[in-house]
């Protein structure tokens, strides 16, 4: 039980992206855009592949992980124009807002982990 705490209070970032693409799950229902099938499906899938990376990283820390968040982060705040939703701005502000903090996050844990020994992850 102290390891995962040892864990969390270093990986705290990984944690954080966790619960960032659980938001995006249930943020469609309670933003009241589930009307609108591209932002909510665009904030279900990126939201279970973020979480489950997020979740995958603190159990098996790999880098990759956190470029694979890093990609759907960039992806969230570009997505609003690229797929035509922009205009819902719920929808749009909340994907935005998820995706600059979901990359900075995951930028900053790799960075993290390149900083630290091997074993400490």
């Known amino acids: 039980m102290a390891n995962m705490g040892s864990k ?71 997505s609003p124009w690229i797929l035509g939703y922009a205009a819902v701005a719920a929808a749009a502000w909340n994907h935005v807002i998820v995706g600059i903090l979901c990359a900075a996050l995951a930028i900053w844990a790799a960075w993290q982990a390149r900083q630290q020994p091997a074993e400490a992850h």
């Open 8 to 78: 969390l209070s270093r990986q705290w970032h990984d944690a954080v992206n966790a619960l960032l693409g659980l938001w995006l799950v249930i943020s469609p229902w309670l933003l009241g855009y589930t009307a609108e099938s591209m932002a909510a499906w665009n904030a279900w899938v990126p939201g279970v592949i973020i979480a489950v990376a997020a979740i995958a990283a603190l159990t098996a820390f790999q880098e990759w992980e956190e470029w694979v968040n890093v990609l759907l982060g960039v992806w969230l705040v570009i």
